[in-house]
Every structure is written in C-alpha cells, then in structure tokens.
Nanobody
Framework: QVQLVESGGGLVQPGGSLRLSCAASGYIGSITYMGWYCQAPGKQRELVATITSGGTTNYADSVKGRFTISRDNAKNTMYLQMNSLKPEDTAVYYC??????????WGQGTQVAVSS
C-alpha cells in the first residue's frame, strides 16, 4: 500500500506561482512513476505531468513551459512548481502513484484557485 498526501494549494492571482507537494509513505519501493492530475468543476480528471523513477518527465501541452514536476527521493516527496498561473488552471490537483503491478494510488487532492 502507498499513501499520498498533497499540500500547497490555495488562492493566487493570475500570473502568480504555487508549489504543490505530494508526500508518499508506505511501500515506496513499489512505485514506478508518479504524476499530477487536475479536475475542474464539471470536467473529467486530466493529466498535468508525470515523472518516472528515473526522472523522465512528461507534460500536458497546456502547462509546458509554465509547470515543472520534480521529485526528491530522499524525502519521498514529489513537487509541482506552477508559474504564470491562469484562471483556467483552477482545479483540484491530485497526486497519483503507480506501482510495478500497475496499481494506482491517489491522494485526497488540493484545491488551486486562480482569480483576481
């Protein structure tokens, strides 16, 4: 089992920045990749960015050049640095971890609101 806890969400003005964190605990060694997903009201959950255990990253086109995903293996924590935020980035952001057995684990989500 893997437990994930997100933090760092909040209200920010357009053009501002936030850094989300996802702390992992439990059977950390089973994780092959982790990622951030977001879900806006009335919409499906969608990919924001992923990072493999080897550090390979992948981003949704809408966030390329603005968001950066990273992980600190010593702290068992994944981050999402969000810069140049736009109102359309408003959503609940979820952390996901996938094990080598393709079992997916999700955090409880953290709200990001971008508004003036």
């Amino acid at each position: 089992q893997v437990q994930l806890v997100e933090s760092g969400g909040g209200l920010v003005q357009p053009g501002g920045s936030l850094r989300l964190s996802c702390a992992a605990s439990g059977y950390i060694g089973s994780i092959t990749y982790m990622g951030w997903y977001c879900q806006a009201p009335g919409k499906q959950r969608e990919l924001v960015a992923t990072i493999t255990s080897g550090g390979t990253t992948n981003y949704a086109d809408s966030v390329k050049g603005r968001f950066t995903i990273s992980r600190d293996n010593a702290k068992n924590t994944m981050y999402l640095q969000m810069n140049s935020l736009k109102p359309e980035d408003t959503a609940v952001y979820y952390c996901k971890a996938v094990s080598y057995r393709s079992v997916a684990y999700w955090g409880q989500g953290t709200q990001v609101a971008v508004s003036s």
